[in-house]
């Protein structure tokens, strides 16, 4: 699992809360925290200043009080709280499982499950809401799809098509086959 771990493991930006107008950065590696800043100031005496940059071990982080506050005051007690867990080497490895490898284990889960899991992240919320999922679990659940349901459901979506009731699929499926003998018609004229 630990493969699945990728050199950087969170990164962020921010402006420091008023009066400051500073620039910050957050990033967290396997190995180290970086903390980057750069000043904004229409001051003549900050004009020089440079940018700054603070290099922690998660050790050394999870000790530095300073630096753990500087962060919260710019980024929030949220994004402390996660700083900590990926210095004390809890990973959500969820999140970092191949985007294939979730579309396959989802589509096993039943509809109120997909849903929640849907409110957890923006990447579960993309996974859960994309059409490959969608297109698995319709073919999992039905018995058979023929060619004209499956344009169908690439036209307006798998999950548009999942939810659709029989009823409205086959008044769609007809008028998709009327559109297209139409079409047949005049290209024979």
Not at 124 to 151: G, H, Q
Request: proline content about 3%; hydrophobic content about 40%.
């Amino acid at each position: 699992m630990a493969s699945l771990l990728q050199e950087v493991l969170f990164e962020t930006r921010g402006q420091a809360p008023a009066p400051s107008k500073d620039f910050c950065q957050l990033l967290v590696t396997r190995r180290q925290v970086i903390f980057r800043w750069w000043k904004i100031s229409l001051r003549s005496e900050s004009r020089e200043s440079r940018p700054g940059a603070t290099y922690a071990s998660h050790e050394d982080f999870l000790q530095n009080s300073s630096l753990q506050i500087q962060i919260a005051i710019v980024f929030g007690a949220n994004i402390l709280e996660h700083v900590f867990n990926l210095c004390q080497g809890k990973y959500d490895l969820l999140e970092r499982l191949p985007v294939a490898l979730l579309v396959y284990i989802i589509s096993f889960l039943d509809l109120e499950d997909i849903a929640r899991l849907s409110q957890v992240s923006r990447k579960l919320k993309m996974v859960c809401n994309s059409n490959a999922l969608w297109e698995n679990i319709v073919k999992n659940l039905c018995d058979t799809i023929t060619p004209e349901m499956k344009e169908l459901a690439q036209e307006i979506g798998w999950k548009q098509f999942f939810f659709t009731n029989k009823l409205q699929l086959q008044v769609q499926l007809r008028r998709r086959r009327q559109k297209q003998d139409a079409q047949n018609k005049n290209l024979t004229e």
